[in-house]
Nanobody, 124 residues
Framework: QVQLVESGGGLVQAGGSLRLSCAAS????????KGWFRQAPGKEREFVAG????????LYADSVKGRFTISRDNAKNTVYLQMNSLKPEDTAVYYC?????????????????WGQGTQVTVSS
């Protein structure tokens, strides 16, 4: 059974940093793209960052470009999201996801497996 478990969320002041981790179990996803999405209250789930299977190609939402960095460790079957210079508008539940293929993409529908989410709250 495939399971994705996010960790690293929490409460941080504006300007601070957090590092999210997402560990997959039940199957090796070394040949699949991975992504991070977020959903704030009353809003739709939105793409944050994505990375292809090898880590050679990354994609970011304009709102986080230059502040967030996605990376992966295939040996650990884990994907990370380093979040710096956090803003109150970054407050949301953050989800990791596994793409259906090796590539990276923005559309949630292209991702097959999803984690349960971890809350990130940025205070002003």
């Amino acid at each position: 059974q495939v399971q994705l478990v996010e960790s690293g969320g929490g409460l941080v002041q504006a300007g601070g940093s957090l590092r999210l981790s997402c560990a997959a179990s039940g199957r090796a996803f070394t040949s699949y793209g991975k992504g991070w999405f977020r959903q704030a209250p009353g809003k739709e789930r939105e793409f944050v960052a994505g990375i292809n299977w090898s880590g050679s190609n990354t994609l970011y939402a304009d709102s986080v470009k230059g502040r967030f960095t996605i990376s992966r460790d295939n040996a650990k079957n884990t994907v990370y999201l380093q979040m710096n210079s956090l803003k109150p508008e970054d407050t949301a539940v953050y989800y990791c996801a596994i793409h259906r293929r090796t590539t990276v993409a923005r559309a949630p529908g292209e991702y097959e497996y999803w984690g349960q989410g971890t809350q990130v709250t940025v205070s002003s």
